[in-house]
């Protein structure tokens, strides 16, 4: 763990969750002494903020001193006012804003060796070797020169008389750590980079709202996105909206497209579909290098279909707008880690890149990820394109893969028979995703030659007979749907078992795919047991988690979580700017969860909260009192606004009224309270992008899954298969999505408060009081060690991100 040395900060304990992992001492990573410079350049991207702040108020914690260089490599070649240092109040209030608040341009004098000398020169008077540049491969590149050039700018520096002769001792070695900031995504070696996901919030939000003006004049659309050499954006939101038709730099479209095109563009309304909507990338191109724009694509559909068509360009607002609550974790989290590693760097160690594989945040030598980003392009320029597809990594290439099975429908004459029949259901609360993964599952399926059965209302609906064969036009549309239009409920089938049997031999069910939370996990280990007793249930069963509460076992996401976590950060921030240009205020916010505290805890990360009370972390009446004298002091000095987050059954006595009668006693004369409970407004809306494609990609991998353990199990004219890999929730564990047998879960679950044992989130803890300004541990011990890029990660790390 990592312990703040005694630099004011209010005490905490924090009691871990894993007190058996490896522990690093603060001794071993002390910053005292040091000086770390942190800059963003290039292109803005939301999120970067995000960054800056973690990346400030880490430094500050471990007590090194912190440095903005605004205007990015221009700020550091001008010196002067462009250097500041950094101070815990400099970096409040950022965390909502987009764009970044220290500036960004670009530079050509620093591409000099002139400019980088000027740029040495005011790094040395301010007593800066460490370096967190936040941007993208350009900027990362620019970084590695100057560390390269380092001693011999400084022993230049020397001989023209700008620095003493010991200076060269004394600064020996400048560091730098990266983070990639960038909307495009187009950085190998990290499966999202800041700014992606609410670039897809951007478009999503556009392409929603023009869906429904295309429905009711019958309308094309023709929408161009950004990405001039990465068609990240428009393949994922493709994916994320349904789109007829996408065109992207890296898989070019093959000739005769044009009449493919329009042939589907036909097929889709005379399947009484009322709209089409056609995502073009900036840089998309054909076989010949030749680009491809929206008006070539808009005039084509006039003069071959004579369909009424518009064009629209998003451009810029792509990179606007407030971070999604998706980008502000993971700077938080990246920002973190980049002082982590400059904390732990040597003269020898190479300059390195902060990056994201599934859930676990990795060091990649930088040079290694610039390259590999510069031979996608180097590919793209000699038209090897499908080796292009697999250079981008597997999350690009499950994309594609993902987007053609679900978009193309191949002909019957096509498809094989397979002649099992697999019903998908939700069960439990709904959750914004689930209509994505129906949709998902129902084509997929078709696809792989089943027949798809959709099963109304969950297990009441199944033993009532509420069972209906689902065509492939039928889940037209429902990718952008919130709630679950399946119908869910929360019964489980321990009571109706027999009927239920009894449903699936009338229906002749093969195969089951179970859609929800703890209620599915706990319906699939009554099904499995009762496989014992009834045959009909020696089938293959998989399970996908679905819960905005990310309660499942087994899993460390859930479909439905993101947009209920964007849910809750949206609230936050209009709740504490209702207070803004007012007196001192304190918001006490409840949020859903049942007895899991991930909503609470991970969302007042991205909100910033000051404190957040969870079931799993108990708490006292003197931790209570130890948090109000914490924001007293804090509101005396710097902040005009608190918030604390509560979970809603972290404590059966300290309820939200209870806490907010006491912050509003204790708080008197310094600041008021107010409170506010969320409600089910976490479980409404429509899907975030990230919940859309999380659905979308791992139900298309459940039904190939489903697919295998059905041929496998398919003897003398029958499906047999019972067991326990045959009854499976598929989960993201760290990097990787894995199949796991329900029964071996059992030991992980706590039935009574329904929630998994161990919760990999509970180490963000630490990170949100931290940068709420309080003394506590830190655990290290799952932070990104040093690694090398390889081409193919095992097991498809990359398809665990969903994105």
Same mark, same amino acid.
């Given at each position: 763990? !990592?312990?703040?040395?005694?630099?004011?900060?209010?005490?905490?304990?924090?009691?871990?969750?894993?007190?058996?992992?490896?522990?690093?001492?603060?001794?071993?990573?002390?910053?005292?002494?040091?000086?770390?410079?942190?800059?963003?350049?290039?292109?803005?991207?939301?999120?970067?903020?995000?960054?800056?702040?973690? !990346?400030?108020?880490?430094?500050?914690?471990?007590?090194?001193?912190?440095?903005?260089?605004?205007?990015?490599?221009?700020?550091?070649?001008?010196?002067?006012?462009?250097?500041?240092?950094?101070?815990?109040?400099?970096?409040?209030?950022?965390?909502?804003?987009?764009?970044?608040?220290?500036?960004?341009?670009?530079?050509?004098?620093?591409?000099?060796?002139?400019?980088?000398?000027?740029?040495?020169?005011?790094?040395?008077?301010?007593?800066?070797?460490?370096?967190?540049?936040?941007?993208?491969?350009?900027?990362?590149?620019?970084?590695?020169?100057?560390?390269?050039?380092?001693?011999?700018?400084?022993?230049?520096?020397?001989?023209?008389? %700008?620095?003493?002769?010991?200076?060269?001792?004394?600064? %020996?070695?400048?560091?730098?750590?990266?983070?990639?900031?960038?909307?495009?995504?187009?950085?190998?070696?990290?499966?999202?980079?800041?700014?992606?996901?609410?670039?897809?919030?951007?478009?999503?939000?556009? !392409?929603?709202?023009?869906?429904?003006?295309?429905?009711?004049?019958?309308?094309?659309?023709?929408?161009?996105?950004?990405?001039?050499?990465?068609?990240?954006?428009?393949?994922?939101?493709?994916?994320?909206?349904?789109?007829?038709?996408?065109?992207?730099?890296?898989?070019?479209?093959?000739?005769?497209?044009?009449?493919?095109?329009?042939?589907?563009?036909?097929?889709?309304?005379?399947?009484?579909?009322?709209?089409?909507?056609?995502?073009?990338?900036?840089?998309?191109?054909?076989?010949?290098?030749?680009?491809?724009?929206?008006?070539?694509?808009?005039?084509?559909?006039?003069?071959?279909?004579?369909?009424?068509?518009?064009?629209?360009?998003?451009?810029?607002?792509?990179?606007?707008?407030?971070?999604?609550?998706?980008?502000?974790?993971?700077?938080?989290?990246?920002?973190?880690?980049?002082?982590?590693?400059?904390?732990?760097?040597?003269?020898?160690?190479?300059?390195?890149?902060? %990056?994201?594989?599934?859930?676990? %945040?990795?060091?990649?030598?930088?040079?290694?990820?610039?390259?590999?980003?510069?031979?996608?392009?180097?590919?793209?320029?000699?038209?090897?394109?499908?080796?292009?597809?697999?250079?981008?990594?597997?999350?690009?290439?499950?994309?594609?893969?993902?987007?053609?099975?679900?978009?193309?429908?191949?002909?019957?004459?096509?498809?094989?028979?397979?002649?099992?029949?697999?019903?998908?259901?939700?069960?439990?609360?709904?959750?914004?995703?689930?209509?994505?993964?129906?949709?998902?599952?129902?084509?997929?399926?078709?696809?792989?030659?089943?027949?798809?059965?959709?099963?109304?209302?969950?297990?009441?609906?199944?033993?009532?007979?509420?069972?209906?064969?689902?065509?492939?036009?039928?889940?037209?549309?429902?990718?952008?749907?919130?709630?679950?239009?399946?119908?869910?409920?929360?019964?489980?089938?321990?009571?109706? !078992?027999?009927?239920?049997?009894?449903?699936?031999?009338?229906?002749?069910?093969?195969?089951?795919?179970?859609?929800?939370?703890?209620?599915?996990?706990?319906?699939?280990?009554?099904?499995?047991?009762?496989?014992?007793?009834?045959?009909?249930?020696?089938?293959?069963?998989?399970?996908?988690?679905?819960?905005?509460?990310?309660?499942?076992?087994?899993?460390?996401?859930?479909?439905?979580?993101?947009?209920?976590?964007?849910?809750?950060?949206?609230?936050?921030?209009?709740?504490?700017?209702?207070?803004?240009?007012?007196?001192?205020?304190?918001?006490?916010?409840?949020?859903?969860?049942?007895?899991?505290?991930?909503?609470?805890?991970?969302?007042?990360?991205?909100?910033?909260?000051?404190?957040?009370?969870?079931?799993?972390?108990?708490?006292?009446?003197?931790?209570?009192?130890?948090?109000?004298?914490?924001?007293?002091?804090?509101?005396?000095?710097?902040?005009?606004?608190?918030?604390?987050?509560?979970?809603?059954?972290?404590?059966?006595?300290?309820?939200?009224?209870?806490?907010?009668?006491?912050?509003?006693?204790?708080?008197?004369?310094?600041?008021?309270?107010?409170?506010?409970?969320?409600?089910?407004?976490?479980?409404?809306?429509?899907?975030?992008?990230?919940?859309?494609?999380?659905?979308?990609?791992?139900?298309?991998?459940?039904?190939?899954?489903?697919?295998?353990?059905?041929?496998?199990?398919?003897?003398?004219?029958?499906?047999?298969?019972?067991?326990?890999?045959?009854?499976?929730?598929?989960?993201?564990?760290?990097?990787?999505?894995?199949?796991?047998?329900?029964?071996?879960?059992?030991?992980?679950?706590?039935?009574?408060?329904?929630?998994?044992?161990?919760?990999?989130?509970?180490?963000?803890?630490?990170?949100?009081?931290?940068?709420?300004?309080?003394?506590?541990?830190?655990?290290?011990?799952?932070?990104?060690?040093?690694?090398?890029?390889?081409?193919?990660?095992?097991?498809?790390?990359?398809?665990?991100?969903?994105?």
């Amino acid at each position: 763990m !990592v312990q703040a040395p005694d630099t004011g900060l209010a005490q905490e304990t924090v009691k871990m969750a894993q007190p058996d992992s490896k522990k690093i001492f603060f001794e071993n990573l002390s910053g005292a002494g040091k000086a770390i410079a942190v800059l963003t350049s290039g292109g803005d991207a939301q999120g970067m903020n995000a960054a800056v702040r973690a !990346v400030v108020r880490m430094g500050l914690y471990v007590g090194a001193k912190v440095y903005f260089i605004h205007e990015g490599y221009q700020g550091m070649v001008d010196g002067g006012e462009n250097i500041k240092e950094a101070t815990w109040e400099s970096v409040s209030s950022m965390l909502q804003v987009g764009g970044t608040v220290i500036g960004s341009a670009r530079c050509k004098e620093f591409r000099s060796h002139e400019g980088r000398l000027k740029a040495a020169h005011n790094l040395v008077q301010h007593g800066i070797t460490n370096l967190c540049v936040i941007g993208g491969d350009g900027s990362l590149t620019g970084a590695n020169l100057f560390r390269e050039e380092w001693s011999g700018l400084l022993t230049e520096l020397v001989e023209q008389g %700008s620095i003493e002769a010991d200076a060269v001792q004394k600064y %020996s070695a400048l560091h730098i750590v990266g983070m990639v900031g960038s909307i495009d995504n187009d950085f190998c070696g990290t499966d999202m980079t800041i700014g992606t996901d609410s670039a897809l919030h951007r478009i999503i939000e556009v !392409v929603d709202a023009i869906m429904t003006t295309a429905q009711s004049h019958q309308r094309t659309f023709v929408l161009e996105v950004m990405g001039r050499h990465c068609g990240y954006l428009a393949l994922v939101s493709a994916l994320a909206c349904g789109a007829d038709w996408v065109l992207i730099p890296e898989m070019p479209p093959e000739d005769g497209w044009e009449d493919k095109m329009c042939q589907k563009l036909s097929a889709n309304r005379a399947g009484m579909k009322r709209l089409n909507i056609i995502i073009v990338a900036e840089g998309a191109i054909d076989h010949k290098n030749k680009p491809i724009t929206t008006d070539y694509v808009k005039d084509l559909v006039v003069k071959c279909l004579g369909f009424d068509t518009r064009v629209t360009i998003l451009g810029h607002v792509q990179r606007g707008g407030t971070p999604s609550a998706f980008d502000r974790i993971l700077a938080s989290r990246m920002g973190v880690e980049a002082v982590l590693a400059l904390l732990e760097t040597t003269a020898n160690t190479p300059a390195c890149v902060v %990056s994201l594989c599934g859930n676990q %945040s990795v060091r990649l030598p930088l040079m290694e990820c610039v390259q590999m980003t510069q031979e996608v392009q180097k590919a793209m320029d000699e038209k090897r394109f499908e080796e292009a597809v697999k250079l981008r990594g597997r999350s690009f290439e499950n994309n594609l893969k993902t987007y053609k099975l679900l978009a193309h429908r191949k002909p019957e004459s096509e498809l094989p028979t397979s002649n099992f029949n697999v019903a998908v259901l939700n069960v439990g609360a709904p959750a914004a995703g689930m209509n994505a993964a129906v949709r998902s599952a129902v084509r997929v399926g078709i696809s792989e030659g089943h027949k798809m059965f959709a099963v109304s209302d969950g297990f009441e609906g199944f033993y009532k007979g509420q069972i209906k064969e689902i065509k492939w036009a039928d889940v037209g549309g429902w990718t952008g749907q919130g709630g679950s239009l399946l119908g869910t409920k929360r019964t489980l089938p321990a009571k109706y !078992v027999d009927k239920i049997a009894e449903q699936m031999r009338e229906n002749n069910i093969n195969a089951l795919l179970i859609i929800g939370g703890f209620e599915a996990f706990e319906s699939l280990l009554q099904l499995c047991e009762a496989r014992a007793a009834y045959e009909e249930f020696c089938i293959p069963m998989c399970m996908l988690p679905a819960t905005i509460s990310n309660n499942v076992p087994g899993t460390d996401l859930s479909i439905g979580a993101d947009t209920a976590l964007n849910a809750i950060v949206e609230t936050c921030d209009r709740i504490k700017q209702s207070a803004s240009g007012t007196k001192r205020r304190v918001f006490i916010i409840e949020t859903m969860g049942g007895y899991c505290g991930y909503l609470a805890s991970v969302g007042g990360l991205a909100a910033g909260a000051d404190a957040a009370y969870i079931y799993e972390e108990p708490f006292d009446i003197r931790d209570l009192q130890a948090n109000v004298e914490h924001l007293t002091e804090k509101m005396k000095t710097s902040i005009q606004r608190g918030l604390v987050l509560r979970n809603e059954n972290c404590s059966e006595n300290y309820t939200t009224d209870f806490i907010y009668q006491l912050y509003s006693e204790e708080g008197r004369g310094v600041f008021d309270s107010r409170k506010n409970v969320l409600g089910h407004m976490q479980q409404g809306g429509a899907p975030s992008p990230f919940d859309r494609n999380f659905g979308t990609k791992i139900s298309a991998k459940a039904m190939q899954w489903i697919t295998k353990k059905l041929v496998e199990s398919f003897r003398k004219g029958r499906v047999f298969a019972n067991t326990e890999d045959t009854c499976c929730l598929l989960g993201m564990r760290r990097r990787a999505l894995v199949f796991q047998p329900v029964v071996q879960l059992k030991g992980d679950t706590d039935f009574v408060h329904r929630i998994p044992k161990e919760q990999w989130w509970l180490k963000l803890r630490p990170l949100m009081k931290i940068l709420a300004k309080y003394k506590t541990s830190y655990d290290v011990s799952d932070s990104g060690q040093l690694e090398h890029v390889v081409r193919n990660r095992p097991r498809e790390s990359d398809a665990s991100v969903a994105m």
